[in-house]
């Protein structure tokens, strides 16, 4: 293999792996949502999101409508992070415009010390069945990224009953009843792994951990709560005889940038508040970066587009190591034909050679 491969099937799998690329590779998360109108038409035939979720066919459908439409180099299974507390039975649903309700949130000591850890292929299997038809029709052509929430996130879910801004439920629990929390993240812990590896299993060629409530704790409470758990999966999950590369995006938490980068994981997402170059330096090249554009900059002008990706691709500097992505998701009113300008742009300006000096 020549020291730069051209091949846009491993372009991202290179770049986890810190090997020279021939250009940056992008993906996008939420790649495949709202924002596309086939998207919508698969959503309403499906009759609700978790039937779409829940259909491995429809599953497949769904992840492949960006690649039809962008030159992507890499594909996310499309489901939810919420599927682990689904199957174990807290009563998930999603109501439009507000997002996603337990009917049975965690709220008492006994609740919690009833549950157990569901079979990845028993009450989810419809996800390792997705994670298989999807290689199937992506035939290499690009690698498929499997996912799972975090157990911090988990619980905050699970315990809130749904999106909140005080997080006053999952707080109480920690504060007054810290071992039925810690209980209760490594039920999460040992789920995530188990889930992980059936999505390893069934095909996936990297997995990415999204842990979006990270940065609502205190730094005390982040590194026993969120970051220890998340040393832990990183450590322990098989990642299979392709040793699968493994991400974890821990959304507000640039604090600990350091801290994160020795517990074991590939790469680390990075939201839009802290500079890649300021994030490479404080990581020491230890790990992967993906990101970091302000999802904001896709509402921009073509032309302003282009000039943020820039400044994200000359942030980041010269050298392999880069995955492009947003700060975070992409939102449901994109024009999708920004993805367009994006896509473009990053693979021509991340082919300039002074960025692989």
């Not at 959503?43 to 492949?64: D, H, I, K, W, Y």
């Not at 590939?266 to 999802?295: C, F, H, I, M």
Request: hydrophobic residues 40%; negative net charge.
């Amino acid at each position: 293999m020549s020291p730069i491969d051209s091949g846009r099937h491993n372009r991202f799998l290179r770049a986890l792996r810190q090997q020279p690329v021939d250009t940056t590779p992008i993906w996008v998360m939420r790649q495949a949502g709202r924002y596309l109108p086939e998207y919508r038409a698969t959503r309403q035939r499906a009759g609700s999101f978790m039937n779409l979720c829940r259909s491995p066919e429809l599953a497949c459908e769904v992840t492949m409508q960006p690649l039809d439409r962008f030159e992507l180099d890499a594909a996310i299974l499309f489901s939810d992070i919420l599927t682990i507390p689904d199957a174990m039975g807290l009563g998930l649903s999603f109501a439009e415009g507000e997002g996603p309700r337990f009917a049975y949130p965690l709220r008492t000591l006994d609740a919690i010390s009833r549950l157990g850890v569901p079979d990845p292929e028993g009450e989810l299997k419809y996800v390792p069945d997705a994670v298989r038809l999807i290689r199937r029709e992506l035939d290499g052509s690009v690698p498929l990224i499997g996912f799972s929430g975090s157990p911090w996130t988990l619980a905050c879910y699970m315990v809130e009953g749904g999106p909140t801004e005080k997080f006053a439920h999952i707080k109480k629990l920690m504060w007054d009843h810290p071992q039925a929390l810690h209980q209760l993240l490594e039920v999460l812990t040992q789920s995530v792994q188990v889930y992980l590896e059936a999505q390893i299993a069934a095909g996936a060629q990297a997995v990415m951990i999204f842990d979006s409530w990270g940065g609502v704790l205190a730094p005390g409470d982040y590194r026993e709560f969120s970051l220890a758990n998340l040393a832990k999966l990183a450590q322990s999950i098989n990642r299979g005889p392709d040793n699968v590369p493994i991400i974890v995006f821990s959304r507000g938490a640039n604090g600990h940038l350091e801290a994160l980068s020795q517990i074991g994981a590939d790469a680390l997402g990075v939201d839009w508040t802290v500079g890649l170059g300021e994030a490479r330096k404080r990581t020491g090249g230890r790990v992967a970066l993906q990101g970091n554009l302000d999802p904001a900059a896709m509402y921009a002008a073509p032309e302003s587009l282009r000039q943020q990706v820039d400044m994200v691709l000359r942030d980041y500097g010269t050298g392999p190591g880069h995955i492009f992505n947003l700060g975070h998701g992409i939102t449901p009113d994109v024009n999708p034909e920004q993805m367009r300008v994006l896509v473009d742009a990053v693979h021509e300006l991340g082919r300039r050679r002074d960025l692989f000096a």
